[in-house]
T-cell receptor
Framework: KAGVTQTPRYLIKTRGQQVTLSCSPISGHRSVSWYQQTPGQGLQFLFEYFSETQRNKGNFPGRFSGRQFSNSRSEMNVSTLELGDSALYLC???????????FGEGSRLTVL | KNQVEQSPQSLIILEGKNCTLQCNYTVSPFSNLRWYKQDTGRGPVSLTIMTFSENTKSNGRYTATLDADTKQSSLHITASQLSDSASYICVVSARLGGSQGNLIFGKGTKLSVKP
């Protein structure tokens, strides 16, 4: 069974640009959650989508947004990039609720 | 405030030795506690999930314990291997059911196993 797939794996952007990251969950999983990971802060919850609806949102500015499609694939977007947005962005899927999370390999974003 | 504290921040051990990582939490209401292993540059992988009623759970050379009274958990690694070098993250679920937004993450313990 295929795991969680995130694209792209690596990307470099400059300040002020915007970026879109994609996540394909494990087949049958309806919950997709996104996390930002930095060396100083560890993993921080961004938001979760379940059946195309945002179910919960972390404490991040409105520049961070996301959506989920009918096939459960999800995208997250960061607009007006800042240097501090440089991080590993992880996506995880789950059957639902607070079930076991299955993480993707992450998208490493560098903002110059 | 819901918090998960892990200790030590980092640890270096020799191959073949055992080690124990600690996780203390102040999360209420408690639903479950998870340990994840994260190799450098990779996504975390689940090692164990423990509910309130479980005291010990093993996954190969990894054994997690949970004391819900003192709100402490430990992850014991037996006969360490070079491949155990990774960050180990403790995560506590703050509510039964609901969303993944109820998960509280520790900052992890970075383990280095040397030959």
């Amino acid at each position: 069974k295929a795991g969680v797939t995130q694209t792209p794996r690596y990307l470099i952007k400059t300040r002020g640009q915007q970026v879109t990251l994609s996540c394909s969950p494990i087949s049958g999983h309806r919950s997709v959650s996104w996390y930002q990971q930095t060396p100083g802060q560890g993993l921080q919850f961004l938001f979760e989508y379940f059946s195309e609806t945002q179910r919960n949102k972390g404490n991040f500015p409105g520049r961070f947004s996301g959506r989920q499609f009918s096939n459960s694939r999800s995208e997250m977007n960061v607009s007006t990039l800042e240097l501090g947005d440089s991080a590993l962005y992880l996506c995880a899927s789950a059957l639902g609720g607070t079930g076991e999370l299955f993480f993707g390999e992450g998208s490493r974003l560098t903002v110059l | 405030k819901n918090q998960v504290e892990q200790s030590p921040q980092s640890l270096i051990i020799l191959e073949g030795k055992n080690c124990t990582l600690q996780c203390n939490y102040t999360v209420s209401p408690f639903s479950n506690l998870r340990w994840y292993k994260q190799d450098t540059g990779r996504g975390p992988v689940s090692l164990t999930i423990m509910t309130f009623s479980e005291n010990t759970k093993s996954n190969g050379r990894y054994t997690a314990t949970l004391d819900a009274d003192t709100k402490q958990s430990s992850l014991h690694i037996t006969a360490s291997q070079l491949s155990d070098s990774a960050s180990y993250i403790c995560v506590v679920s703050a509510r039964l059911g609901g969303s993944q937004g109820n998960l509280i993450f520790g900052k992890g313990t970075k383990l280095s196993v040397k030959p």
